[in-house]
């Protein structure tokens, strides 16, 4: 990426998830209990300004 980011252009971010005790993302669990997982992300640029994204992420378990 070549220069400063503008005003709703996306930005690609990888984050290697191996390394944590994640449990996956469960729906209505015998119509008792649902599980989600969030990422929430803080970004501070050059001059010190922070930008805030909270994203819901899906966990899927490997069989």
């Known amino acids: ?20 005790d994640l449990t996956p993302t469960y729906k209505d669990v015998n119509k008792k209990f649902s599980t989600r997982t969030f990422l929430s992300l803080v970004l501070i640029d050059e001059d010190a300004r922070r930008y805030f994204k909270q994203s819901e992420i899906i966990l899927y378990r490997e069989e």
């Open 1 to 20: 990426m070549d220069g400063a980011p503008v005003r709703g252009e996306t930005i690609p971010i990888r984050l290697f998830l191996g390394g944590f």
